[in-house]
């Protein structure tokens, strides 16, 4: 019992330390506010949409920013202000000064500019333009002062636990101490000059004045400072320097541009995620199939980063800056067309202004003249090439899948040089001249054609020539970041299983020709109790569908397959479109079946996304699945490659989406130009590729040899080491059940799951999972690690030093793993940092369920595990600690060292648990 009071004692105090609050101000709209979510406050122009109080369910406090003293004439209650209230006019800001003394103001701004904020769900409020009275040519400060004190009392009377943040007022402090959360100021080293729209470095007196104004308060008054400073978007290091000097006084800083529009840097850093990667759409009929996307996109998301895209052929983006973006990737195959090559340059010239880091692979896409060149510190080589080209010098990050073979076609652009950074190929030419074919430089780097990758003449396959992992994070300079991880949970690698519906009316090659659903149900989905997706095609099972006469059967079989309760329901469409995207394929959206066939033969139909999705989930739901029972996700069919359509679609309607990606690294195509990304970005909506591609592409279309989808066993291996790049996904059609050697083969992937130590989750599950890898926020302290996202989400690949668990919080352990450790979270937010010397504390180590609570003290461990099968869980460092599961002592299964760590394994027979471990003091 002393433990256990000991250790809640500690959670108790634990809580009643609290640090000063991270602060953001962003009044922009471009941003999407889950970037800042690792802020405690952040500051927003509430006129913009945003959600205070879905904002608050990830651990935030949206802020109101709201004008005391002056008034735009766009503000909805601009017309009911009384015109002898205007005493001034704010000409940088084109707004009215109000004044203060009215005894009906305190009571106007209460009702008309607060409470509609309050309503919308905003409980603090920042205030500003408190000084403005002072623009006016006449004024009692002393009576202005006693009205601004008016307002903030007539606040807390009418909104009771009301927060404010007081932007300057000074004087009126002392009044209303008790009142306000906070005291924030501008520009105390840099400022913003609206009037001339310039940034400035602020003088010594002026900031010495301002700064005995700021100590005086948190000395006299015990108020935190928000000092707030300006600064160029494009230079961070400038905008970090100047955050350290605010916060070496003490004070909580907040430094972004004049606008507030950007991602400053506060108290804490968030580190960029996104790497914009330009290509040309010209060089292949839709964006699935661009070397961008194919081959790059996978390395940035393993190294925790999202792919954006900008096809050269439209205008390029503005706004590109280093608050929001790690990076940009140009590839092109070829030159661009000319139209695009003087906007190219200026594009490229401003991303090298703004220190944004570039990596060119392929072609530059335009010809370079020599000033381009030698502001890429570069020297342009000329036409006189002597051939043939042989290999001089090559980095160690060159030869990663084939080795570099000069060609005749793809001559060098640049003269190998002294200072041309750090040269990663150099060539040589028939008359001993070197050239320089990839190199590092202070502005990023470049790998040209033909030495990033090559295509196997004569097939599908390609090889990296470069390790495309060490190219991007040398060129793009990308820091060490704890990388979200959706492979994996609590140290386990993730294992579904998803069907799609194909052939659910099939004969099944077997004695007696049962329909290959039923073979599905009874070899399979009721062998093998792990969690399964599993869909049908409603043009195929629906009595309005291609088989009246089997409906009554096949919909039967749909039912009690979707009555278990390992099973989950997805739709594999109405009519299974073949092509979605069928304006990029140059067809027509109407096209029927004599003009090419794009869909089942269903008659009288034409494509539909809304019917194809929303249609053939609500006849699943109505006709299909038990009353309330989910059916929430759409499998996509055929080329799965949806338009951005069909993905709003489903969006918009709440359901999950899952397929395409094509992963299919085996032996016979052993390169990672096999293994796709976590799926792709189409005007802001996402699609989640499958993790292993099915049975089709192993069985050659379905043309045999039908025993080929055992080789997904590869494919699981593969993507598994040297690195974990998948979870493993058994993911076949029905049809796969028409046949001995298809069921022998998804037979032979389910029983190697059972020689491997995973984590089973439904395809919902991991759907969420790539959804909160887009949506997570990293950030960084002056003490470590900071993390915040959805809560579905929960491993972090760190290849670094362990974290120090003492004083985390939201994570419960670690393990190792091919590329270093897994970081085991336990919700929506983790705060960490590293130590090499951490002391040895007792820890998750690994569990084939996901934590459900979660528990953390000097006197022991606390959590509840919940999943899907019997529970298995290890932990680390827990010798001397007594175990219990469910109140009951627990017994290690067996105990094991990996390395100088001692595991205790537990198993459990049932799929939840509630798990204490009450361990010596120290």
């Known amino acids: 019992m002393h433990r256990l009071l000991a250790f809640f004692l500690f959670l108790c105090s634990a809580a009643l330390v609290q640090a000063a609050p991270s602060v953001a101000l962003y009044y922009g709209q471009a941003i999407p506010l889950q970037e800042f979510r690792n802020f405690d406050i952040v500051v927003v122009e509430a006129g913009h949409g945003h959600d205070p109080r879905a904002f608050r369910q990830v651990g935030g406090e949206l802020y109101a920013y709201v004008s005391v003293a002056e008034v735009q004439a766009s503000r909805s209650y601009y017309k009911d202000i009384p015109a002898a209230w205007k005493m001034a006019r704010n000409r940088d800001w084109g707004s009215e000064v109000i004044d203060q003394t009215p005894a009906a103001w305190p009571a106007f701004f209460a009702e008309k500019v607060v409470a509609p904020l309050w309503e919308k769900g905003y409980r603090g409020f920042f205030l500003d333009t408190l000084d403005s009275y002072r623009l006016a040519r006449q004024f009692d400060e002393a009576a202005q002062q006693q ?24 004087e009126i402090v002392p009044a209303v101490r008790d009142k306000i959360r906070m005291v924030a100021a501008e520009s105390l080293f840099r400022g913003w000059d609206a009037g001339s729209g310039r940034y400035r470095e602020i003088p010594a007196g002026d900031r010495e004045w301002l700064l005995g104004q700021l100590q005086t308060i948190r000395q006299r008054d015990g108020l935190d400072i928000l000092a707030i400073d300006y600064v160029a978007p494009h230079d961070r290091a400038l905008t970090r320097d100047t955050a350290a000097r605010i916060a070496a006084l003490g004070f909580i800083p907040w430094v972004s541009d004049g606008a507030l529009e950007r991602i400053g840097i506060g108290s804490i850093e968030v580190m ?48 590109i800056l280093p608050d929001r973006y790690a ?24 991303i090298l202004e703004r220190q944004l880091p570039l990596a060119i692979i392929g072609d530059p896409g335009f010809q370079l003249d020599r000033a381009f060149a030698a502001r890429l510190g570069l020297r342009l080589a000329g036409d006189n090439i002597r051939l043939p080209l042989s290999v001089a010098r090559q980095h160690p990050m060159l030869g990663f899948e084939a080795p570099p073979l000069p060609n005749r076609s793809d001559l060098p652009l640049f003269m190998a040089t002294e200072n041309a950074g750090n040269p990663l190929l150099t060539v040589r030419a028939a008359d001993r001249q070197e050239y320089l074919a990839g190199a590092l430089l202070p502005w990023g780097g470049f790998i040209l054609d ?61 004695p007696g020709s049962p329909l290959a659903a039923e073979v599905l149900l009874t070899e399979i989905v009721e062998r093998y109790k792990t969690p399964m997706t599993i869909s049908v095609i409603e043009a195929e099972t629906a009595p309005h569908g291609l088989f009246p006469k089997l409906s009554p059967a096949l919909e039967d079989i749909a039912r009690r397959i979707f009555r278990l309760p390992h099973v989950e329901i997805a739709s594999h469409t109405y009519a299974h479109p073949f092509i979605w995207d069928r304006n990029v394929s140059g067809l027509s959206k109407n096209r029927n079946r004599e003009e090419g066939i794009y869909q089942l033969d269903v008659p009288n139909y034409r494509y539909d996304p809304v019917r194809e999705i929303i249609g053939s989930i609500d006849y699943i739901r109505e006709r299909l699945a038990p009353p309330g029972k989910p059916v929430s996700i759409l499998l996509w069919s055929g080329d799965t490659a949806p338009d951005a359509e069909a993905l709003r679609v489903v969006e918009n309607a709440g359901y999950l989406n899952l397929n395409g990606g094509d992963t299919s690294i085996t032996r016979n195509n052993p390169s990672l130009t096999a293994v796709g990304a976590h799926g792709i970005e189409k005007d802001g909506h996402l699609q989640v590729y499958a993790p292993i591609t099915n049975e089709n592409i192993y069985t050659n279309l379905w043309r045999g040899p039908y025993y080929g989808y055992e080789r997904v066993i590869e494919s699981f291996e593969m993507t598994g080491s040297p690195r974990r790049l998948k979870p493993v996904d058994i993911y076949y059609h029905t049809y796969s059940a028409s046949k001995r050697a298809g069921l022998t083969a998804v037979h032979k992937a389910f029983a190697w799951t059972r020689t491997q130590a995973l984590h089973p989750v439904f395809a919902s599950e991991f759907i969420r999972k790539v959804q909160d890898f887009h949506a997570i926020a990293i950030a960084r302290d002056q003490h470590g690690w900071l993390f915040r996202g959805n809560g579905e989400l929960r ?22 793993g091919p590329e270093g450790s897994y970081i085991h979270l336990t919700g929506a937010s983790a705060r960490f940092a590293v130590a090499a010397d951490a002391a040895r504390t007792p820890r998750l180590y690994d569990a084939n369920a996901r934590i459900a609570g979660h528990q953390n003290g000097p006197g022991g461990l606390g959590f509840a595990l919940k999943g899907h099968v019997p529970i298995e869980f290890s932990l680390a ?38 798990i204490q471990l009450l361990c010596p003091a120290r």
């Open 147 to 170: 009205g601004l004190i008016r307002v903030i009392e007539t606040l807390h009377r009418r909104f009771p636990g009301i927060q404010l943040i007081l932007n300057r007022g000074f």
């Open 272 to 319: 960029p995620r996104r790497v914009l990667l330009v290509y040309d759409s010209s060089e292949s009929p839709a964006l699935n199939y661009t070397n961008a996307h194919r081959f790059l996109q996978m390395p940035l998301n393993h190294l925790g980063y999202i792919a954006e895209y900008a096809d050269v052929a439209r205008e390029l983006p503005a706004g």
């Open 327 to 350: 990076g940009i990737v140009t590839w092109f195959s070829g030159g661009i067309a000319p139209a695009r090559h003087r906007p190219l340059a200026r594009w490229l010239a401003g």
């Open 450 to 510: 033909p030495f990033a990758l090559v295509e196997i003449p004569g097939s599908d396959q390609a090889r990296w020539v470069i390790d495309p992992f060490a190219f991007l994070k040398a060129s793009l300079r990308l820091p060490e970041i704890p990388v979200p991880d959706v492979t994996t949970e609590n140290g386990r690698r993730l294992f579904f299983s998803h069907v799609d519906g194909d052939g659910f009316p099939s004969l099944a090659e077997l």
């Open 795 to 816: 491993t972090l690949r760190w290849n670094g030093a362990p974290p120090r668990l003492a004083d985390a919080q939201g994570v419960i352990g670690h393990n190792p």
């Open 877 to 914: 460092d827990s010798q001397a600690c007594q175990v219990r599961a469910d109140g009951r002592s627990l017994a290690p299964h067996r105990s094991v060292r990996h390395g100088d760590t001692a595991v205790q394994e537990f198993r459990l027979a049932h799929a939840a648990a509630q």
